[in-house]
C-alpha cells in the first residue's frame, strides 16, 4: 500500500541533497536519487497517481512543454529534490530494433549493431555526418532550468558517453579491430566525439539551476572493463577527466553512471578523472554496500537497489531490501537511495512506487 506519495507539500532542498552526498551533511535519511525512469513506467504513474494528462512530444513546442511539465511534476511529487535529465546531440548509429515486450509498453526498444559500424575507415570518418553544435536544440534543457518549483535543482548531462558513442559509431566489434589494426583512427573518433561533448556541456554549465553533472557511460559488463583498462585510460578517461574539471571549474560535482565491472580502472575514476560520486551497482558484481565500504571515504554512492530484486521481488520485498540499504548505506552517509541502474520498462510500477514510498516515508 502506497501511504506517502505523491507528496501534497513537497519540500526539495538540492543544497542540502548535495551537502549530503559531499560529506558535508549527514541527514537523519539519505536523499532519494535516480537515473532515468522508462515512460513505460511515469506515464502510469502520471496518469492515475498524479491525475494529470499525459502529452506525447509530438515535435511542437506546445507538445514538448506539456510533456516537460509532467517530468517536472513526477520528480517534484515523488520527493527527488532535483529533475535528472539528458538528450542526445545526434550521433548517427546502427541499431537492431524489436517491440519492447514490457507489460503496457506498445514501443520499440532499440539495440545497437555491434557489427557493423558507421565508421571502419578513414573514408567513412571524412563522410561520417558529426552532429553541430549549432544545430543542437537545446531548448528542454533552458525550459526545466526555467521552471524548476522553488528548492530544486537540475542534474543533466549528454545522453550517452564517450565510451557507449565510440563503440556504437564504430561498432563494439570494429571497435576491437580497430584498436588492433589502426588505433589511430579510433583516437581520432573518440576525440571529435569528446570535442563535441566539451561543447554541449559548456551550454548545460551555463544554466543557473544546475547542482551537478551526471553522465551514463556504459565501460563494462560483468566480469571486467569491455575493452582493456589501458585502452580506456588512452581514450575514453582523458575526456571524462575534462568534463570533470569543468564541472569543478563551476564549483559542481561530477558524477558517473557507468554499469558492469570497473574495478580495474576505479582508482583512475577517482583520483585522475576526479568523479565525485558512482551510479550503477549490481549484486552479481560487487553489492552497493561491499562497494562503499571499499570506496565510500573517497566518492559518494548513489543508489544501489538492484534492478533485478525490483523486477522481480514483491513490494513488500522491495520495502525490504530498501530499507535495509538505507540502515546500513545511509548510516554510513554520503549515499542516496534508488535503484542500482534505472527503472526500466519491465520494472512492475507497484514495484517502483513501493521503493520510493519507503524513501520517503
Known amino acids: 500500500m502506497i501511504r506517502h506519495i505523491p507528496l501534497a507539500h513537497p519540500r526539495p532542498d538540492a543544497q542540502q541533497f548535495i551537502d549530503a552526498i559531499m560529506g558535508r551533511a549527514h541527514p537523519s535519511k539519505p536523499p532519494q536519487v535516480e537515473y532515468l525512469v522508462d515512460e513505460v513506467v511515469m506515464r502510469p504513474i502520471v496518469t492515475e497517481l498524479l491525475g494529470r494528462t499525459w502529452v506525447d512530444p509530438d515535435g511542437s513546442?506546445?507538445?514538448?512543454?506539456?510533456?516537460?511539465?509532467?517530468?517536472?511534476?513526477?520528480?517534484?511529487?515523488?520527493?527527488?529534490?532535483?529533475?535528472?535529465?539528458?538528450?542526445?546531440?545526434?550521433?548517427?548509429?546502427?541499431?537492431?530494433?524489436?517491440?519492447d515486450t514490457a507489460p503496457g509498453s506498445t514501443k520499440q526498444r532499440a539495440w545497437a549493431d555491434e557489427h557493423q559500424g558507421k565508421i571502419r575507415s578513414w573514408e567513412d570518418f571524412e563522410r561520417y555526418p558529426w552532429p553541430r553544435i549549432e544545430d543542437v536544440d537545446f531548448f528542454p534543457y533552458e525550459y526545466l532550468n526555467a521552471h524548476l518549483p522553488d528548492g530544486m535543482g537540475l542534474m543533466l548531462s549528454h545522453a550517452g558517453g564517450v565510451f557507449e558513442h565510440l563503440s556504437r559509431i564504430?561498432?563494439?566489434?570494429?571497435?576491437?579491430?580497430?584498436?588492433?589494426?589502426?588505433?589511430?583512427?579510433?583516437?581520432?573518433?573518440?576525440?571529435?566525439?569528446?570535442?563535441?561533448?566539451?561543447?554541449?556541456?559548456?551550454?548545460?554549465?551555463?544554466?543557473?539551476?544546475?547542482?551537478?553533472?551526471?553522465?551514463?557511460?556504459?565501460?563494462?559488463?560483468?566480469?571486467?572493463?569491455?575493452?582493456?583498462?589501458?585502452?580506456?585510460?588512452?581514450?575514453?578517461?582523458?575526456?571524462?577527466?575534462?568534463?570533470?574539471?569543468?564541472?569543478?571549474?563551476?564549483?559542481?560535482?561530477?558524477?558517473l553512471h557507468s554499469c558492469g565491472n570497473l574495478e580495474e580502472i576505479m582508482d583512475d575514476l577517482i583520483t585522475d578523472v576526479s568523479i565525485d560520486g558512482k551510479h550503477s551497482f549490481e549484486e552479481a558484481i560487487m553489492p552497493v554496500q561491499d562497494f562503499q565500504a571499499r570506496y565510500g571515504q573517497r566518492i559518494a554512492v548513489l543508489g544501489g537497489l538492484d534492478v533485478n530484486i525490483l523486477a522481480?521481488?514483491?513490494?513488500e520485498e522491495?520495502?525490504?531490501?530498501?530499507?535495509?540499504?538505507?540502515?546500513?548505506?545511509?548510516?554510513?552517509?554520503?549515499?542516496?537511495?534508488?535503484?542500482?541502474?534505472?527503472?526500466?520498462?519491465y520494472v512492475?510500477?507497484?514495484?517502483?512506487?513501493?521503493?520510493?514510498?519507503?524513501?520517503?516515508a
Not at 319 to 344: K, V, Y
Open 318 to 345: 522491495v520495502r525490504r531490501h530498501t530499507r535495509r540499504l538505507m540502515e546500513i548505506c545511509g548510516g554510513r552517509g554520503r549515499f542516496a537511495i534508488g535503484s542500482g541502474n534505472s527503472i526500466p520498462s
Open 170 to 255: 564504430m561498432s563494439y566489434e570494429g571497435l576491437c579491430l580497430a584498436l588492433y589494426d589502426d588505433p589511430d583512427l579510433v583516437q581520432a573518433v573518440a576525440d571529435r566525439i569528446g570535442e563535441l561533448m566539451v561543447r554541449f556541456y559548456e551550454h548545460l554549465l551555463d544554466l543557473d539551476r544546475v547542482i551537478a553533472i551526471f553522465p551514463g557511460d556504459d565501460m563494462g559488463f560483468r566480469t571486467s572493463t569491455l575493452v582493456s583498462p589501458a585502452d580506456l585510460r588512452k581514450y575514453c578517461l582523458p575526456w571524462h577527466k575534462r568534463f570533470a574539471a569543468m564541472t569543478h571549474e563551476r564549483g559542481l560535482p561530477y558524477f
Open 312 to 315: 522481480v521481488s514483491s513490494p
Open 348 to 360: 512492475p510500477v507497484a514495484n517502483y512506487l513501493a521503493m520510493v514510498d519507503e524513501a520517503v
Open 61 to 99: 513546442r506546445e507538445a514538448e512543454k506539456a510533456y516537460l511539465d509532467n517530468f517536472i511534476e513526477f520528480w517534484y511529487r515523488l520527493g527527488y529534490d532535483f529533475v535528472r535529465f539528458e538528450r542526445n546531440m545526434g550521433f548517427e548509429v546502427g541499431q537492431i530494433l524489436a517491440a
